[in-house]
């Protein structure tokens, strides 16, 4: 019996042994083709020579140096190349170990940015419903998934929340993208006037929607106008890419596509690739400013940041990326994706809408489509829809049940983007396989 505690504490799950390229291996001998990457982690695939010669070349370096000490040259480098890339306006990176540890930094860097500058009321927090942000407190308290949040409400700090950009849910029969985008923007300026605009830290959002609700993308112009917003009142844009970003959506940053550029954003899954635990605030030159003109440090730390295997391994998984000219394979590939499952789902009369942006997709199972309706959150579909999927030799990241009442079940698709036409038809036949016999049950 194993001695881990897992999240479901009675699943007995496979012994995962090996894995090569887009394939995960179990102890039995059976393999998966991993089409979510994890959880929209493994970017690259599995078992990659480049990437696992670059961490025994650094463990044979040093593989651990406290930042108090020293500084390294894989996070030098890293850094470098991220802010490099990154959108306008951001000149430094922060290294930590993962998405909820990226979110705790950039909350307390708003925090301290308003300290700084003369401005210590500025304190609350907004962020969207059906969002994920994080398990640690700050991230749980940010995030807008209830199931999750529920039990553990008298620990979280005070935050705020606002509906999402969620077409298929929120925008009317017969209203135009332009003014859908206009009213979802506008629930964030209410919300501001309400809670006094002086008062406002931040407004905490991922650009495109992950584990929540299923890859929902914003309309054109939301983040736009968000922006505009933000801009009007002195508040801090937070974009969470830890899971949309790094390339996932056909461009390095999801927000590139909606032409904004954000104070502070966190990026975590596809940095890494999974090969090494770690995540990064990347923030913009006025908050680096403010602290470099104020008290001349950041009050925060955690004992592994900038943790040099970490980040030689996250340098070498972003090399491999440019040099393989990866991001054009995930637009390509995401097109290839986005076709088949129109093909077998357009017409499922359990799936009320596709959805994503390039490896990123999204497939919302309902329990009537005309009505929109989900399926009782009590069946767990989506834990059915994995069940069935993995016995087919799929890895695919089905979530939902939330108790918002909104929104219901849906699958999250999110191979590495080293993925071929062939694998993806087989990734959308299984799938369907799967979804069928979760519905049937
Ligand atoms: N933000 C987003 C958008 C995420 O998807 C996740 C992880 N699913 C997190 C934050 C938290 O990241 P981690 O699990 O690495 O702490």
């Known amino acids: 019996m194993t001695k881990i505690l897992h999240r479901q504490i009675h699943a007995s799950l496979p012994v995962a042994v090996g894995g090569q390229g887009v394939n995960l291996l179990d102890a039995d001998g059976r393999s998966y083709i991993d089409a979510s990457g994890g959880a929209a982690v493994s970017c690259l695939g599995h078992g990659h020579p480049d990437v696992s010669a670059a961490m025994h070349a650094q463990a044979d370096r040093i593989a651990y140096a406290h930042t108090s000490f020293f500084t390294n040259e894989p996070a030098e480098k890293l850094a470098d190349r991220l ?36 401005q210590p009321q500025r304190r609350n927090i907004i962020a969207r419903r059906q969002s994920y942000h994080g398990n640690t407190l700050g991230a749980l308290a940010t995030g807008g998934n209830e199931m999750r949040r529920t039990q553990f409400r008298p620990l979280l700090i005070e935050t705020h929340h606002i509906d999402p950009c969620y077409a298929y849910r929120f925008q009317e029969p017969g209203e135009s993208d332009e003014s859908y985008a206009a009213r979802a923007a506008q629930a964030l300026e209410d919300k501001v006037l309400e809670l006094g605009p002086k008062t406002v830290m931040a407004f905490v959002a991922e650009p495109v929607v992950g584990a929540t609700a299923g890859a929902v993308p914003p309309v054109a112009d939301y983040l736009k106008r968000i922006r505009a917003i933000c801009d009007r009142h002195g508040i801090l844009l937070i974009l969470d890419e830890v899971m949309c970003g790094m390339g996932r959506t056909g461009t390095l940053h999801a927000c590139e596509q909606d032409g904004v550029a954000p104070d502070l954003m966190t990026v975590a ?109 009590k069946l767990k579909l989506h834990a059915k829809v994995k069940r069935e999927a993995m016995a087919r030799g799929l890895m695919v990241y089905p979530g939902g049940g939330t108790i918002d009442g909104v929104h219901g079940d849906h699958v999250l698709i999110a191979p590495p983007f080293i993925i071929d036409a062939a694998t993806i038809d087989a990734v959308v036949e299984r799938l369907g396989d799967a979804i069928d016999a979760a519905v049937a049950v």
């Open 269 to 377: 899954k596809g940095l890494g690739g999974g090969y090494q635990p770690i995540g990064a605030v990347l923030l913009s030159q006025k908050i680096f400013e403010a602290f470099a003109n104020g008290s001349g440090l950041f009050q925060h730390g955690h004992t592994y940041i900038c943790h040099p295997m970490a980040c030689a391994a996250a340098l070498a998984v972003q090399e491999v990326i440019e040099r393989d000219d990866l991001l054009a394979n995930v637009r390509a590939m995401g097109a290839h994706l986005s076709r088949r499952l129109g093909e077998r789902f357009g017409n499922h009369a359990h799936v009320g809408d596709i959805r994503g942006r390039g490896l990123f997709m999204g497939v919302e199972l309902v329990e009537d489509r005309s009505t929109k309706a989900p399926f009782d959150p």
């Open 83 to 118: 802010v490099a890339g990154a959108p306008q306006g951001i000149s430094h990176a922060y290294f930590v170990s993962g998405g909820s540890e990226a979110i705790e930094a950039a909350l307390k860097m708003a925090r301290q940015y308003f300290v700084e500058t003369g």
